[in-house]
């Protein structure tokens, strides 16, 4: 297949090379099967939900993206920190009225009813294709373990005040580490995942996905691939379609990069709602 080449993004002014934080020239060497080591491979995922074609009836549809945090290592109890994201209504020609995010913190990216609540921030009615920004402010409760990865769940339309076209893609996560990481890995993860244009495509048409890749761990990484997947669900599997292969610079720890990569629908896909995944640390 073509190879995509994807365009890097510092501060949201397009570079040929860019990156926030320390770069290093080199970092761990690679295993069988992965490129390069890490902390933690379950954190390496991400994705974005879109529609191909015409939504078959119109309605709202809150989706949330552009999740980042600041904090990837934090003490039980932390401080607090905020969050920013991007609530959309990709839904058809019918406005979200008032509603509300809510953060979780959860052992694993899936929102479950035992995952404990954190905090939530009011939305406003958004029009058919718009979207709001805003920050919602998180703390790491006390009583969890050093040297466990959690996960922080923002999930839209809290409360179900909307009712939507599909109530099962209202969530975006990003991992956290208890404590200070060991150990002398690198730790890459997938934030800040976001279609800016367009979430609803026909096949044949394409769209820009935007995401970052940052080193949460504590030694620099080495050069990397990032892939962009084509799904029917929110998990990388043998049968998805792999769209196009990133090329990832080596990161220093704490250090990201933004990347703005063009994709196309290909022809033959139904009506219906997709993911964009991006796996970073791809074999």
């Not at 058809?92 to 995952?115: C, I, M, N, Q």
Request: charge should be negative; aromatic fraction near 8%; hydrophobic fraction near 35%.
């Amino acid at each position: 297949m073509k190879v995509l080449r994807a365009v890097l993004l510092s501060c949201g002014v397009p570079l040929v090379v860019a990156a926030c934080g320390k770069d290093e020239p080199s970092g761990p060497q690679g295993q069988p099967g992965e490129g390069i080591q890490e902390l933690n491979y379950s954190n390496n995922s991400g994705y974005v939900v879109f529609h191909v074609g015409t939504p078959a009836i119109e309605g709202p549809d809150l989706v949330i993206e552009e999740v980042t945090s600041p904090q990837h290592h934090v003490e039980s109890p932390s401080g607090s920190w905020e969050v920013p994201f991007r609530v959309i209504n990709m839904g058809s020609a019918v406005p979200a009225g008032s509603s509300a995010v809510a953060a979780y913190l959860s052992p694993d990216p899936t929102y479950s009813a035992d995952d404990r609540f954190l905090a939530e921030a009011p939305v406003g009615t958004i029009a058919s294709g718009a979207y709001q920004s805003g920050v919602i402010t998180v703390a790491m409760p006390g009583g969890y373990s050093v040297g466990r990865y959690l996960y922080v769940l923002l999930l839209a339309d809290f409360g179900d005040a909307v009712a939507e076209l599909n109530e099962a893609a209202n969530t975006s996560s990003f991992s956290v580490y208890v404590g200070t990481p060991s150990g002398g890995l690198a730790d890459l993860v997938v934030e800040g995942m976001s279609l800016p244009t367009q979430h609803n495509l026909l096949p044949g048409e394409s769209s820009n996905i935007q995401f970052r890749i940052h080193n949460m761990g504590q030694s620099p990484s080495a050069a990397s691939k990032a892939k962009i997947y084509l799904s029917r669900d929110k998990s990388i599997s043998t049968d998805d379609l792999e769209l196009a292969e990133v090329d990832v610079s080596p990161l220093g720890p704490g250090a990201f990069r933004n990347y703005d990569q063009r994709f196309t629908v290909p022809s033959g896909y139904a009506n219906g709602y997709y993911y964009i995944i991006v796996e970073a640390n791809s074999r």
